[in-house]
């Protein structure tokens, strides 16, 4: 839907909230979002002005009472105590905008990680951050479950749902079986549900240089194990290649010990580790259903497309969460320049050339946020095809020649021969041969995610 249509939309949908004429300006699309739209705009009526927030989810997955459910869960979490934006109208209907939709206050802060933990500007905020939302995560963790009614209809998180996603993914992983044989064996005792935030995590957090200004984001809020909640803080991609294990923010003391001022008791930091590892796990096949949905036609995305090449991010930090670190870490493939049949440029070298052009014209600062976020992947995306280019098949070769040293096919047989039980998730000769392969993969997804 064009730009115009929706700021129309808008003010006529809050003209009819406000009881007032309305008209909208700066309507500003902020993020590309792989499951929603977020839009900052001012909202005119006489003399007065807001600045509000639009969230809006034209491909709405998280069924029929979305917004409804995300509009009660950030209403109870401001009666809790927990920093959230006003929530100023909502529907789970496409009539009034064309999709399910949010309209909330502006929040004055930062979410951009690599700036909230890299600025000397948040150094202050940053001290005491970890304790801080280990406070506001047992603040959530306090809401009364009747306080969000259309929670009763959400999901619950356990290792039955992950295998089944995993499993009507219909891709066989052998990294993934063998975390599920892991997460099965050790899986903590249950503890009283509770309303589970669900995607709170850095990037998620609007941050000021003095603290935490609000919690964002709580499409994915459901009643489950409120230690979900603190072991995918710490899944190691929300660091951004800082150390601190809390969001690249702090130590896990430090949240725990947050925690444990509101909610009076401290989580069990083995039960809390098990949920790192099934974050870790289902954010792997988060990031392939989400290619998935490139791949199928039902949302063609480069966004969607380059995502489907971090799963070897995931996979990598699962065998680290097992103790399985990289061995050896070898250089990223060198560039191709010699020409072949072609003559040059070289294949990899017109990749090259886009994606600096995308670079450097695209990602001008004359660009529109969305557009200049989708430059930046696409341009990443040819970086990847650049490096995989460059290492031609040698890195198959080897995996091949591993996997028919211990009798299997392929890296799919090793994982359907796990699932069946028929091979040892814990054999150390399996392990390497996985270990390696997802090191090959990162040399060409992500080199320096291996530095991290």
């Not at 995993?166 to 503890?191: F, R, W």
């Not at 509770?194 to 609000?214: E, K, P, Y």
């Not at 995308?358 to 989708?374: I, K, P």
Request: proline share 5%; glycine share 8%.
């Amino acid at each position: 839907m064009p730009d115009s249509d929706i700021g129309d939309l808008l003010a006529a949908r809050l003209g009819v909230v406000f009881g007032d004429d309305v008209r909208v300006e700066d309507l500003r699309r902020l993020t590309a979002g792989a499951n929603s739209e977020t839009w900052s705009f001012r909202c005119h009526r006489g003399t007065e002005v807001q600045r509000l927030i639009l969230r809006r989810q034209p491909d709405s997955v998280h069924g029929p009472l979305g917004m409804t459910r995300e509009s009660e869960a950030i209403s109870a979490a401001a009666e809790a105590g927990v920093p959230v934006p006003r929530v100023i109208d909502f529907s789970d209907d496409t009539d009034a905008l064309g999709a399910p939709y949010l309209v909330c206050d502006h929040i004055d802060g930062e979410s951009i990680p690599r700036k909230l933990l890299r600025d000397d500007r948040y150094a202050q905020a940053r001290k005491g951050m970890a304790a801080e939302l280990g406070r506001n995560l047992a603040r959530i963790h306090s809401i009364p479950l009747s306080a969000v009614p259309a929670l009763q209809t959400g999901s619950r998180s356990g290792l039955d749902e992950l295998r089944q996603s995993y499993l009507h993914l219909d891709t066989p992983s052998a990294v993934t079986e063998i975390a599920l044989a892991a997460l099965s064996m050790y899986q903590p005792e249950p503890v009283p549900e509770t309303v589970v935030h669900g995607d709170f995590r850095n990037g998620n957090l609007l941050i000021s240089d003095t603290g935490l200004g609000a919690v964002l984001d709580w499409e994915l809020t459901h009643i489950g194990d409120p230690r979900e909640d603190l072991g995918w803080l710490l899944v190691k991609c929300w660091r951004f290649g800082t150390a601190p294990e809390v969001g690249g923010f702090g130590t896990v003391d430090e949240l725990l010990d947050g925690y444990a001022e509101v909610a009076g008791t401290r989580p069990d930091i083995e039960a809390v580790r098990w949920w790192q590892l099934y974050r870790t796990v289902w954010w792997s096949i988060v990031c392939a259903q989400m290619a998935s949905r490139h791949l199928s036609g039902a949302h063609r995305s480069v966004e969607l497309a380059a995502i489907g090449r971090r799963v070897c991010e995931q996979e990598h930090d699962i065998l680290l969460a097992l103790g399985r670190p990289a061995t050896a870490i070898a250089e990223p493939p060198a560039k191709v320049t010699e020409p072949g049949l072609h003559g040059r440029p070289t294949a990899a070298e017109l990749v090259n050339a886009v994606a600096e052009w995308l670079r450097t014209t695209v990602m001008s600062d004359a660009a529109t946020g969305s557009t200049r976020f989708e430059a930046r992947v696409a341009a990443n995306v040819l970086d990847i095809v650049e490096r995989e280019l460059a290492a031609g098949d040698a890195a198959l070769d080897r995996q091949h020649a591993a996997l028919a040293e211990l009798g299997f096919d392929s890296e799919t047989d090793l994982a359907l021969e796990l699932r069946a039980g028929r091979a040892n998730p814990q054999d150390p000769r399996i392990i390497a041969v996985v270990r390696a392969a997802v090191t090959e993969r990162l040399l060409v997804a992500n080199p320096r995610y291996l530095e991290q």
